[in-house]
Structures are given as structure tokens and as C-alpha cells.
């Protein structure tokens, strides 16, 4: 769902821009991503020194199925 008050363009550019971070993430680590989900988390404000709620992504993946052939040893 998007917000009326954010640009397509906008929208679009971030999409493409995840994208290929998740290509590069399967590519280096020969895996596929799973899902991905947005969470709020408690951390420590560097600032602060106080607990407060951030946002994170986490990302699930699954490495992928090694195919081996066999051989007809001829």
C-alpha cells in the first residue's frame, strides 16, 4: 500500500535499489531470499545512552539445492 503523499519515482528508485541489493545477497551467498519483513526493535540510543524502538530489516534466506548429475562412467 502507498501513501498518496510520497512520488511513484520515489517509490520505484527504492524498489530498484533493494532489488539489487537482494541479487547481490543470493548471488555472493548462492542462496535464495526467503522473505523479508520489517520489524521494530529495542535498541540502546548512542545518544542517549536510553532504550528506543528502531526499525530493521530481516531477511530470511535459504541456500540452494546442489544438483549433482550422475555419470554413465563411459
Known amino acids: 500500500m502507498r ?3 510520497v512520488p ?3 517509490v520505484q ?3 530498484r535499489k533493494v532489488s539489487a541489493v537482494l541479487q547481490d545477497l543470493e548471488r555472493t551467498t548462492d542462496s535464495e531470499v ?3 519483513a520489517l520489524e521494530e ?3 540502546t540510543d548512542p545518544a542517549s545512552g536510553r ?3 528502531h526499525q530493521a530489516v ?3 534466506v535459504q541456500p540452494r539445492a546442489r544438483r549433482r548429475w550422475l555419470s554413465s562412467g563411459k
Open 3 to 5: 501513501t498518496p503523499d
Open 51 to 53: 532504550p528506543a524502538v
Open 8 to 10: 511513484d519515482s520515489k
Open 58 to 60: 530481516d531477511i530470511t
Open 13 to 15: 528508485e527504492a524498489e
Open 34 to 36: 526467503q522473505r523479508i
Open 41 to 43: 526493535v529495542v535498541e
